[in-house]
């Protein structure tokens, strides 16, 4: 039986390597290779699946004493290497993120250039091409991430304004989505320089001034809003009532308060647009829950009358304003 050897013939090839001719892998030549059962005189491991063996055999045939015999050996390509906890899209905003992949050990690099961490700060927005070479040299794959542009920060004025005097008795509450409704559900809320923290959608404040959230998604992508709420120019004299509210039963601004200090001989009227009188109260605590003979009262524009006498005068105040319901 004759002897028969392979020579320099790896059991593993990267798949970069360069193809060859198995002739040259034998002591002695002029057999027949098969490759899992299929006649082959060469070998390309660009050709060979990744994590898959294959089984080698060569056969010789002496030609003198035509005696035969056969030798295998497994051979393959490893598993090609793969992100791991890798997203397909990042903010600038968003914060530097390490980098993982499975083997580890490797190289990272975007448009040639090393990188050990992602910071998305540095990059313009736009799609890249993110390369991972196992520590190796052996096998490099490659994925595509996007890099989203920071959101502009918004300046929003609050559709309401208060009396500061009276911000604990008469709050206002602004709302993170007030003109700019977020349509995911997946955000949260992070109301900023606050003395106590807010995570909430709503934000009940008791003063002029600005207020600022921070919105995030699931990407750690964030907006920011910053709200204006103004101070009324008619506080003065220490009796606030707003010119709007909406009896929807939503849980804000369902009934109408009035707020006030230092006065007395109170009374409030409402007119509706025929001059009727729909509702009537005689102490600031006497709210109108918008309904008039038992029904939703329209919406529209009201006429209110107010009168009082402050404690330090003699005189009785009268005061025409406008009231309208929102719905």
Known sequence: MPTINFVNLATTYCPSAAAFTLSDKVDRTGGEFTLDGDIVTMIDPANLTPGQIYDLVYTFTDSGTQCTNSINQNIGVPNLPTFVNLAPVYCQEGGAVDLFADPSGGTFSIGGTVITVLDPALYTAGIYTLSYTDAGNCATVTTEIEILPSAEP???????????????????????????????????????????????????????????????????CFEERTFFVEERDDCFPRIFMPDAFSPNNDGLNDRLEVYGRYFVEYELRIYNRWGEIVFQGFVPEDQWDGKFDGKDAPVGVYVVTLQYRLLSEDTIRKETRKLTILR
Do not use: H, K
């Not at 208060?162 to 955000?187: K, M």
């Open 154 to 220: 918004l300046e929003i004025l609050s559709d309401f304004d208060i009396c500061s005097d009276f911000g604990d008795e008469f709050p206002v509450i602004i709302d993170a989505t007030e003109g700019v409704p977020d349509v995911s559900r997946d955000v949260s809320y992070e109301w900023l320089n606050q003395l106590v923290e807010s995570r909430t959608q709503r934000l009940t404040v008791t003063s002029s001034g600005s207020y600022t959230v921070r919105v995030l998604n699931n990407l750690n």
